[in-house]
């Protein structure tokens, strides 16, 4: 069975890969069959591709026939045509962000529980390679138990600022809401446990309008602790990937890096001694536990699955089917949002905002 797909703007993101994506991946059972784009130029692109293109959304809704509805508006859109989406009665997959803030996003989940239709976000990168191969060698207990998850987005020769609509603030532009919702997606599915605090620096350096530059600190309930950074202007890049655990450090370098580095320890030992210690005037001796390292280790983990960002569009027409369970769920996307109003919060005020 193939289930058709109507698509709500027909831009970069929408055209150039999911289009692309279900027409020329044959083990994708979608058919693109209808566009509502308010650009002419981009409608005549749909006609080109022998896909119905309506100038306004009453037209587009009205031809109906949508197993799904994908939204690939800019972000300020997202929530007004998802919501109408679904209360026309059609399952709703937007672009991420899902939508500006948390508010919106509680508001879709509202609609989709009402209309009993399904809402769900692109978050394809939970299915980049780099992600992947990190959550591997964490769930083979590679370096022991975690203590810092760092997540670098850095470009050493790009230009630093935001631009097109995702340069301005009422579109819901910036590059936390660009590339940071991602980034933010796949900590919080690495690390699948409640946040604690959120404290950031989101700030312009090179946009007139938003933030180009964002740099989030999570603690989560039980202690571990999370670092996203995402910039475009980084003359000297750190690693995409740095982990800390209490058996070593493992890191990626590049995104499209094969393998995972790792240094571990290949021994340790511990016991208590006699410690000097200060009472009274007096010297006294303490017992006190003291950890040794006997030396480390260096290899490159072998256990390297690849990504594949067609995966989500496999689970979401099982979905579909009933057959499968949704993987982008939109509880976790509140999540998300709520972690990035937090973000904004901490940044604007200077605080550490608890959740």
Avoid at 62 to 75: E, I, K, Q, S
Wanted: charge should be negative; include cysteine.
């Amino acid at each position: 069975m193939e289930y058709k797909v109507g698509y709500i703007g027909f831009g970069g993101m929408i055209s150039g890969y999911h289009y692309a994506a279900v027409t020329t991946d044959e083990t994708l059972p979608f058919e693109p069959t209808a566009v509502f784009d308010i650009d002419p130029e981009r409608r005549a692109d749909a006609e080109k591709r022998g896909l119905l293109a309506f100038d306004n959304p009453e037209d587009f809704f009205a031809h109906g026939g949508y197993d799904l509805v994908v939204v690939g508006t800019a972000n300020n859109y997202h929530c007004e045509m998802a919501c109408r989406a679904m209360e026309a009665g059609f399952n709703v997959m937007t672009e991420k962000p899902a939508a500006r803030n948390a508010a919106e996003v509680e508001k879709m989940i509202a609609v989709s529980e009402k209309t009993g239709r399904l809402f769900t976000v692109h978050q394809n990168r939970r299915w980049d390679g780099d992600f992947l191969m990190i959550r591997q060698a964490l769930e083979d207990g590679v370096i022991g138990k975690p203590f810092m998850i760092e997540s670098r987005i850095h470009s050493k020769n790009g230009n630093g600022d935001m631009y097109g609509w995702r340069g301005m603030e009422d579109h819901g532009g910036g590059m936390l809401l660009d590339w940071g919702v991602h980034m933010l997606d796949q900590l919080l599915f690495l690390v699948n446990e409640p946040v604690k605090t959120v404290s950031a620096v989101v700030r312009p350096l090179w946009s007139e309008e938003v933030d180009d530059y964002a740099k989030v600190l999570l603690t989560f309930e039980s202690g571990l602790a999370a670092q996203m950074e995402v910039s475009t202007y980084n003359p000297i890049p750190l690693p995409r990937w740095i982990v800390y655990g209490d058996r070593g450090a493992m890191t990626m370098q590049e995104m499209g890096d094969r393998a995972v580095h790792v240094r571990r320890m290949t021994g340790d030992s511990s016991a208590v001694e006699k410690a000097k210690a200060f009472e009274d005037f007096r010297v006294v001796l303490r017992d006190q536990s003291r950890h040794r390292i006997d030396g480390f280790e260096e290899f490159d983990t072998d256990n390297t699955p690849g990504g594949d960002w067609h995966s989500l569009y496999r689970n979401l027409a099982g979905v579909l089917a009933g057959t499968e369970e949704l993987i982008v769920k939109p509880r976790q996307v509140l999540n998300c949002m709520k972690v990035i109003d937090a973000a904004f919060r901490s940044s604007r005020e200077g605080v550490t905002v608890r959740l």
